[in-house]
């Protein structure tokens, strides 16, 4: 949505994304807050991660309005592989930003 000062507004659901680099650098600064300047290994790797689950979340999102919008029927599970969590380079290959991400 646009703003009378020129800005657009976006929000968890909208389909523009930044660069990865851009996510990166954003979630070093607001989640960690940490300059990308001053970052060790491990704030990389964790501004990583957290940029990869923006990402997810948002095409999680996505999905789950599309099939509330439909009145799809769900079944749900638990399995132990969820419980351990998915490793980040999972995550990066579903997305397919590995370029940006090395």
Same mark, same amino acid.
């Given at each position: 949505? +646009?703003?009378?000062?020129?800005?657009?507004?976006?929000? &968890?659901? $909208?389909?523009? %994304?930044?660069? @990865?680099? *851009?996510?990166?650098?954003?979630?070093?600064?607001?989640?960690?807050?940490?300059?990308?300047?001053? +970052?060790?290994?491990?704030?990389?790797?964790?501004?990583? &991660?957290? $940029?990869?689950? %923006?990402?997810? @979340?948002? *095409?999680?999102?996505?999905?789950?309005?599309?099939?509330?919008?439909?009145?799809?029927?769900?079944?749900?599970?638990?399995?132990?592989?969820?419980?351990?969590?998915?490793?980040?380079?999972?995550?990066?290959?579903?997305? *397919?930003?590995?370029?940006?991400?090395?």
């Amino acid at each position: 949505m +646009a703003h009378n000062n020129g800005t657009t507004k976006t929000s &968890a659901t $909208a389909p523009t %994304r930044l660069s @990865m680099t *851009d996510e990166c650098v954003l979630s070093m600064r607001l989640a960690l807050g940490r300059e990308p300047d001053r +970052a060790r290994a491990y704030d990389k790797y964790h501004s990583l &991660a957290l $940029a990869e689950r %923006r990402r997810l @979340m948002g *095409d999680w999102l996505r999905t789950e309005q599309g099939y509330r919008d439909l009145g799809a029927k769900r079944v749900n599970y638990l399995s132990l592989e969820f419980l351990a969590g998915r490793a980040l380079q999972n995550a990066v290959l579903n997305l *397919d930003p590995e370029d940006e991400a090395s």
